[in-house]
């Protein structure tokens, strides 16, 4: 059976109702070479003693609807096996392809008329795909990260059971970000996204389906869901996209930003904070009870920090810590000395021009916390069988092992679940307690949720919409922020595409191990910053990729002060980013499109009135950048005799000579160690 149009076609397998092949037909690629990994969806549904029984399409026999005018193909299964016996359960899978369309959509829609909860739903699960360019030419792009599919398995997993190294999942919205895969190589590639109307729970799958066969790579990835389907419910999949291209994961990209432009709209950050460098994370008590700064030396660190060009601190401290410290009160409360001398310490940081924030977690809790007696059990995220969901973290600055302490120092950690109102009117209670003292922000660690909950106690609509009850209390405190003052925002970690609508400032500990050029390109409103020590590479990494800078000297004991070279490079950055906002910061990330580079770390920019290239050295020697720009890849004709260049090392602006050659310009602009610079092309 196929669905076709004159760009793309799908191949599914009449016996089984698998996805078999895919073919780009404008240029005759075949995609999926192996046919004994085609898949379409499997169920998860659970019957004791065989706790992970499950139902796969494969296994069952399907019937068609085809309607070519409607450009739709209706693939029925009325009762799904599991182990070869009826589960009770029916399916029915929508798929269409739109004429002048290479991506066709996918949407399964199941009635559990079974005595049991459906837990898991796999779908659409693509299998089969044995490589296009080959090993070395061939990327998959998923989770902000590049990987070659041909190395991927066996992963780094020396647990073999249940095929541990085989299998790689990326849970969606902690750390996928971005509800969408692209495998690609040699300018021929295959789409995957999911079209969610509302965040979840969720996530992708890679698995190699025949590693012990002798036969090759033989690849399968899916979108995953838990919906905890009922006995008698229907439950409809998220739409999920599938289509070819002729590029690179750019073009699935666009594909996902073209969606996105319909209804997205990232929080609008202020001038100054969009225009500023980013914030200076100071530990001032840390979660085992060091002290590296004291309240009454905020003023002076804020002067310090300041006198660097960097506006904004974050303050670290166990007064706002509940899953560290055994017998803690509420946060912010306990010790009332310290408490006072916070105030006094944040007036005056308040009066030098500094936005102060501090770190808060609402989400977990330790049993032997003083507020869990009042709604620790209450709240707590459950799973199954009703047991309390953990998770625990413990630190030390003695121990050997860092950011560790033996398992005796920490006790039990729950995880509360963000959806009841009693989650909400608590944070909001603590954060108005916060701007009472002085604060002008709040950040929220783990600002999101990637457990499902059980609880029939905290009336979900479905237990996967844990994210959903995270920002809606989000979103008023966003509002309880702004009333106090303008200039005031939010900081949350782990982004991902419906939380970047709430939260104006994101940090994520592991930008630099990723491809962090993924999420800036996709959302490039949003404000990300770049956890970053006194590695000048580092910094300028994250600054040509358009990121604030989460400054954390020292593991965040110490300050800008501590190293001045490297403050000092701080402090022109931060003035270059004002002078050229208008370019950089305030204009659309652009990547490396059109643009070839050598020797420099080099990103394209498109503003209103000009296009720019911000280009970093970032090995730490004297060099000179080769930057070739195809004119054709940008909406505008270039004058490249009237190039401007804004340097790090320079206080005024400067002219360099671009040599137009057909439909490229070739610019050579010499650098100085860790220098950077910004090349404006205006107007023709």
């Not at 080769?626 to 090392?649: G, K, M, Q, Y």
């Amino acid at each position: 059976m196929k669905l076709a149009n004159q760009l793309v076609s799908f191949s599914f397998d009449d016996r089984t109702g698998s996805l078999t092949q895919i073919r780009n037909l404008v240029t005759s690629r075949v995609h999926l070479g192996d046919p004994k990994g085609s898949r379409l969806f499997r169920i998860v549904v659970p019957r004791l003693p065989w706790a992970s029984r499950f139902a796969d399409s494969h296994d069952s026999k399907p019937t068609f609807d085809c309607e070519p005018a409607k450009a739709e193909l209706i693939i029925r299964y009325d009762n799904l096996l599991a182990d070869g016996k009826p589960t009770g359960i029916s399916a029915r899978i929508r798929v269409t392809l739109s004429a002048d369309s290479s991506e066709a959509f996918f949407t399964l829609e199941l009635h559990n008329h079974s005595p049991d909860v459906i837990e898991q739903v796999r779908f659409p699960w693509v299998g089969g795909w044995t490589g296009i360019a080959g090993p070395g030419q061939d990327r998959l792009t998923a989770a902000c990260e590049i990987r070659n599919p041909h190395t991927m398995f066996p992963g780094p997993d020396v647990n073999v059971l249940v095929r541990c190294p085989y299998r790689h999942y990326d849970v969606y919205p902690a750390h996928l970000f971005l509800p969408w895969m692209d495998i690609s190589g040699n300018g021929e590639g295959i789409s995957y996204i999911c079209y969610l109307e509302r965040s979840v729970v969720a996530g992708m799958v890679y698995e190699h389906l025949r590693p012990y066969d002798g036969c090759g790579l033989c690849l399968g990835w899916s979108w995953v869901s838990d919906p905890f389907i009922k006995p008698g419910a229907k439950w409809i999949s998220p739409r999920v996209g599938i289509g070819v291209h002729t590029g690179d994961w750019h073009a699935t990209a666009d594909r996902f930003r073209a969606w996105l432009a319909t209804w997205h709209k990232p929080a609008p950050a202020t001038k100054r904070l969009r225009e500023s460098i980013g914030f200076q994370n100071l530990q001032f008590r840390s979660f085992d009870g060091t002290d590296f700064h004291r309240w009454e030396d905020l003023p002076r660190l804020a002067k310090e920090s300041l006198a660097y060009g960097v506006e904004d601190l974050s303050l670290w401290d166990t007064l706002h810590e509940l899953y560290i410290r055994d017998e803690a009160e509420e946060m912010l409360q306990g010790d009332r000395a310290r408490r006072k001398a916070l105030r006094a310490a944040l007036t005056e940081v308040k009066r030098l021009g500094c936005n102060a924030s501090m770190i808060f977690n609402f989400r977990l809790m330790r049993t032997t916390a003083k507020p869990f007696a009042e709604y620790g059990e209450e709240l707590a995220v459950r799973r199954c069988n009703g047991s309390p969901a953990q998770e625990g973290y413990s630190t030390s600055h003695a121990h050997a092992a860092p950011n560790r302490g033996p398992d005796y120092h920490r006790g039990a950690t729950y995880i509360l679940c963000q959806t009841p109102p009693k989650f909400a009117e608590r944070a909001l209670n603590v954060i108005r307690d916060g701007l009472d003292l002085g604060l002008t922000s709040v950040f929220v660690d783990q600002a999101n949720e990637w457990n499902c909950c059980l609880s029939e106690k905290h009336s979900h609509a479905s237990p996967d919409d844990t994210p959903q009850g995270a920002m809606r209390w989000v979103k008023q405190a966003r509002a309880l922020v702004k009333q106090r003052d303008l200039e005031g925002y939010l900081i949350g970690e782990e982004p991902d595409v419906f939380s970047v609508q709430e939260i104006e400032m994101w940090w994520h500990w592991r930008w630099k191990c990723k491809h962090p050029e993924v999420f800036r390109y996709c959302i490039p409103e949003s404000l990300q910053s770049w956890v970053v020590d006194a590695d000048m590479s580092q910094i300028n990494r994250a600054f040509v990729l358009g990121f604030h800078l989460c400054i954390c000297f020292r593991g965040m004991e110490g300050s800008l002060a501590d190293n001045p070279r490297v403050a000092r490079h701080i402090a022109r950055l931060a003035a270059l980013r004002k002078r050229r906002a208008d370019c950089t910061v305030n204009a659309q990330f652009l990547d490396n499109r059109g643009l070839t580079a050598t020797n420099a770390l080099a990103k394209v920019y498109h503003g209103e009135k000009s296009a720019a290239v911000m280009v970093g050295e970032i090995a730490g020697r004297r060099t000179t950048a080769v930057l070739s720009i195809n004119a054709r890849e940008f909406p505008i004709r270039f004058a490249p005799d009237r190039c401007r260049v804004s340097s790090t090392r320079h206080v005024r602006d400067r002219v360099v000579r671009a040599m137009p050659g057909g439909n490229r310009i070739m610019i050579h602009t010499k650098l100085m160690p860790f220098e950077v610079q910004i090349i404006e092309l205006f107007l023709q």
